[in-house]
């Protein structure tokens, strides 16, 4: 259903209350004369308020902007104000974002949003700090906004005021994709230009303190690439470069394994992005069901024409935006490699390595003995996900026991080294090494050169 384009005639809130002898002194000695009776905007135009349809207003600090989204809002009952939405402040922001939807549905809202990191989505809402907060407010929104199909718009007050330029930046983006994807009624007020390219507004209204309107409908080109891409470059980097991007990966630990290549995306400035890739493990079940077989056994030919990526890492700020695809799908020729393999528990919730070229071969559940550890630990009253897990793995020894043969097990299978690797491990890595592993049901993917295909018949 079309919503009919709304008639606008911007004005300032009218003043209230007799003018004070301070107001008429200032107004006087200024020129002010009119202060007390702000002046309305005199343009009257249509805005575009349809699916599918980004409008953006900006203007200084005292143009009108809030009050046209606020006249907006009275003609429409249902809209969804960004600022309107409400969080329990003692509730995960993941349970309040889409409740209604799958999981991964929630994720990718909150990752578009600026919020890719698992660790802010299990919080509290109200122990996230001001930025994040609009950022989950503007996710939520979105999610009822899709899911209500209503024809009142979603409206936006102070668009990203809140966010340092480069999030600001590329939440615009993934706001133009949104719209697009899911058809959305937007309209977004705010102060800073530098947000319009990323942003592509289908319409475009102007304000000033001075009572002129003017409203122009930019030209948008479907999936424009992010601003921020411009510039960009790939560079060969080491063990070493991962160190700053270890704290920003949902395991948060630096263990890579074998490493053999690791990329790094930069922009002017700094390292955004890095890929790695080791020495893969020597047998996986779905990788032999994907290749008929040709590595089982042959641990001449895993090394020889096999890698793993290990770790591919984004910075928060820029999650959604298309960087990670793209670092990776111009790095996989350059591993020199016939197959490279993924296993990625983000798999589920973001699709970015079949972007990149991969094929999504299938997913692993969780294994009969991860199940059993955690049935042994329930026996002696142990919850991994307590925060007493720490200091039970320190202080008991059955409980360590159980921990450290299920880390070891892993470690066997994927990196080697195994034995040596849990006995240096601290009680605090050791418990958050398991507690990534009893839930962990990777997807695996698999990349084959295309100009050799390497196959159990050649």
């Known amino acids: 259903m079309v919503t009919p384009a709304v008639q606008f005639r911007p004005s300032h809130p009218p003043a209230t209350g007799p003018v004070s002898a301070r ?204 601003s921020l891409r411009t510039g960009l470059r790939i560079v060969r980097g080491g063990k070493r470069d991962y160190g700053p991007f270890a704290a920003m990966h949902y395991r948060r630990t630096g263990e890579l394994g074998f490493v053999d290549q690791v990329f790094v995306m930069k922009d002017a400035a700094e390292p955004i992005a890095i890929v790695v ?17 040709w590595f089982s056994r042959h641990p001449a030919r895993v090394n020889r024409s096999l890698r793993i990526l290990r770790r591919l890492v984004v910075h928060p700020d820029l999650r959604g935006c298309g960087l990670g695809h793209q670092l990776v799908r111009k790095t996989l020729p350059r591993v020199g490699t016939d197959y490279v393999e993924c296993l990625a528990d983000m798999g589920e919730f973001n699709p970015v390595f079949e972007r990149a070229g991969m094929t999504r071969i299938g997913q692993y559940q969780i294994s009969a003995d991860r199940r059993q550890a955690v049935d042994r630990l329930d026996a002696l009253g142990v919850d991994p996900q307590a925060s007493e897990f720490v200091s039970a793995v320190c202080r008991q020894r059955r409980v360590r026991e159980i921990v450290s043969r299920v880390v070891y097990r892993w470690y066997a299978a994927t990196t080697g080294g195994g034995a040596h690797r849990v006995q240096r491990q601290s009680p605090e890595l050791l418990a958050q090494t398991f507690r990534g592993l009893i839930g962990s049901q990777p997807v695996y993917y698999l990349w084959r050169r295309k100009a050799r295909r390497a196959s159990k018949a050649a």
């Open 23 to 226: 107001t008429a002194a200032v107004a006087l000695r200024f020129g002010l004369a009119d202060a007390a009776s702000p002046r309305a905007h005199d343009a009257t135009a249509p805005l575009p308020l349809m699916p599918g349809r980004l409008v953006a207003i900006v203007g200084p600090s005292g143009g009108g902007k809030s009050t046209t989204l606020l006249k907006i809002a009275e003609q429409f009952p249902f809209a969804v104000v960004v600022g309107n939405v409400a969080f329990a402040a003692d509730q995960a922001v993941i349970d309040q974002v889409a409740p209604w939807a799958g999981l991964a549905d929630a994720a990718a809202l909150l990752t578009a949003c600026g919020l890719g990191e698992p660790r802010l989505w299990v919080r509290p809402f109200g122990a996230l700090s001001d930025g994040e907060q609009f950022r989950a407010r503007l996710a939520k929104a979105i999610a009822c906004h899709s899911r209500t199909r209503a024809t009142a718009p979603l409206l936006c007050d102070e668009f990203c005021s809140g966010l340092h330029r480069r999030l600001a930046k590329a939440v615009s983006y993934n706001m133009r994709k949104l719209v697009s994807r899911r058809n959305l009624s937007v309209v977004v007020a705010c102060s800073n230009e530098d947000l319009l390219p990323d942003l592509q507004p289908d319409a475009l209204l102007r304000l000033d303190d001075l009572g002129h309107a003017i409203l122009t409908h930019p030209v948008v080109r479907p999936e424009k690439p992010f």
């Open 277 to 293: 890739y080791s020495h893969a493990p020597l047998e996986l079940s779905l990788r032999n069901q994907a290749t008929q077989g």
